[in-house]
């Protein structure tokens, strides 16, 4: 039972106002089948997330200054939602310090991107109701989202891991008349339905566990104090396991449950082998991609996995399992997108790469820094995609970078801000990316728990290279040289509107200065201002998630950020020789490096591997089996069609025989049933 102290009847205020402005809107639009004024769509949708961001805002600040012996948390138990004599499970919110964060990363972020939409959607005029039905969608995902690290327990987080899977399938399909736009969607859902079947599976080995335990609870804070006593628990290994090299007769239960939520996240977080759904969500509106798929839901799987921590401390192989796959992943995500030629393309492949840096965090134990790492993410990378959605406007909807170039001056203000986002993402002192990204490379190679700790850090450090190779190639290939878009077009381009720079602005400051705000390297902070306790954000989040510690003097510290700065710049020479200072020298090197050129620009040939290996075959089992034999024969054959044959022929040869159309016949059945009920009447009697 949660001390009183910690109760907070305001924290369902949080996800209430999203989840009242898309019951609004949205039930308007079912019955009475038409749109409000623009304006009036504009006040509900706009405002919903602005209150949420004010609420959450006054509960940090409260959260932040608040003393509790027993930890700094916020309890909000609304109702008991499943109850039973041993198990009970709330519809209740939790707010302390990681939750806090991520709350005020969705309400900020979102409520920018809310008004961002206001100018990016203002031309969208068909008949469908689609500036309306956009802002619906765009609640229910903020409220989806809120559940989400909002919820105090496995079932309400649950609750908005699948509304965000909801949400993100009606957004990118949101121009749905195109096939291409409705494929991607279809995609993204099932897909993300391949993760959440792992997580179900993962939920049910965790209460079995606590249940025989003794402790039949899915509450994160009554499962951090009883996690000891599963430590000890195995399960039996299939033997067909034995044919994949891992004979060995148990693993841990905790394992086990870890890797079953880790392959959730890694359908939620776009991780090998479950991302090929995130590129092509770029399907969607701009501020879809900015929203859902750079700032808040992608990295619902670090934020599960770091809520989990008490779980993945006392399961190192799932540790070590999470670690070498966000590190691969960052590794493979990054070389699709030097050759990436869409420009929302090359920053979903960043964004992949960027959570493979997250999970690269988590795995080592870095969980505050995987946390900070996604703070600052949201901010850069929402700026980039929002920026690139100010270019692909200026340039009516182009998003090919071979018809860019030039723009620097046609759209003075975008161009800022981009520069600002791309050096913030490769990690240019002092802005928030260095900060961070710093702090994932240090714990990287500082730990020693993780087998091939040392290659992951090397892998990690060529891949910031990478990242600062194909950024600057973006940002050279928009915004400088001459254009190669057509003159008609070209002379159209323009800034765009302050509803849609205005919330670029926001951005560009957090990415410049949040990460020295919260993360501020202790070692710096005592070496520069006295001030040992200078990782704001770190030590605020210590009372939530356990953290490695790093014990390393300034010189080396300062020795390991010089190294990462300097294969970054490295990197960007290269790239401003390429694509700024001897252009012509792509088109030659492209050809010599032509087989590797292919293979990067198709992806790795993953999405075709996938059609040929699982969907293909699916499909012609589904024809073969599903169809021609489930369906037709079973179904319609045996079910359908052969009880109405049944039927006809118990008519046609016995029933009709009854109906002879003769009077006397009709009296006569009727005197022998007469005759018959009396006789039952008098034997009854």
Known sequence: MVNDGHANDYLRLIPLFPLLGALISGIWLMFARKEWPRSIVILVACSAPIASFVVAFSQFLELATAKFPDGRFFIDNVYTWIGSHSFQAEMSFLFDPLSAVMVMVVTGVGSLIHIYSIGYMDDDHRDDKGFQRFFVYLNLFTFSMLMLVLGDNLLVLFVGWEGVGL????????????????????????????????????????????????????????????????????????????????????????????LCFFVGACG???????????????????????????????????????????????????????????????????????????????????????????????????????????????????????????????????????????????????????????????????????????????????????PGAKFLWGLALFTAGLTSFYMLRLYFRIFTGPTRASADVFSHVKEQPAVVVGPLVVLALLSVFAGGVMGFPDAYGQWLMSMPDSNSLRHFLSETVSTSEHHISLGQELGLAGLAVFVALVAAGLAAVLYFYRTELVPGLTKKLRHVHTVLLNKYYVDEFYHAVIIKPLIRMSDALLFRVVDQRIIDGAGVNGIAKLVRGIADNGIKFAQTGLAQTYVFVMLIGGVAFLAYLVGGI
């Open 268 to 450: 939620k977080s776009a991780q090998l082998p479950l991302y090929v759904w995130l590129p092509d969500a770029m399907a969607g509106p701009t501020p879809v991609s900015a929203l859902i798929h750079a700032a808040t839901m992608v990295t619902a799987g670090v934020y599960m996995v770091c809520r989990m921590s008490f779980l993945y401390d006392h399961a190192p192989g799932a540790l070590s399992t999470i670690a070498w796959v966000g590190g691969l992943t960052a590794f493979f995500a990054a070389t699709i997108a030097i050759t990436q030629k869409d420009i929302k393309k090359v920053l979903a492949y960043s964004t992949v790469s960027q959570l493979g840096y997250m999970f690269l965090a988590a795995g080592m134990a870095s969980y505050s820094a995987a946390i900070f790492h996604l703070a600052t993410h949201a901010f850069f990378k929402a700026l980039l995609f929002l920026a690139a959605g100010s270019v692909i406007l200026g340039m009516h909807h182009e998003q090919d970078m071979d018809k860019m170039g030039g723009l620097r001056r046609k759209m003075p203000m975008t161009h800022i801000v981009f520069l600002i986002g791309v050096l913030a993402i490769i990690g240019a002192p002092p802005l928030s990316g260095f900060f961070s990204k710093d702090e994932i490379l240090l714990g990287a190679f500082l730990n020693h728990d993780v």
């Open 167 to 258: 949400c993100s399938y009606l957004l990118i399909g949101f121009w749905y008349l195109e096939d291409h736009n409705a494929m991607c969607g279809q995609k993204a859902f099932v897909v993300n339905r391949i993760g959440d079947f792992a997580f179900l599976i993962g939920i049910f080995i965790l209460f079995w566990a606590f249940y025989q335990a003794g402790h039949p609870t899915i509450d994160f804070l009554e499962m951090k104090a009883h996690i000891g006593e599963l430590t000890e628990l195995t399960v039996p290994v299939p033997p067909w396991f034995a044919t994949i090299g891992l004979a060995v007769p148990t693993w841990k239960l905790l394992t086990v449950a870890g």
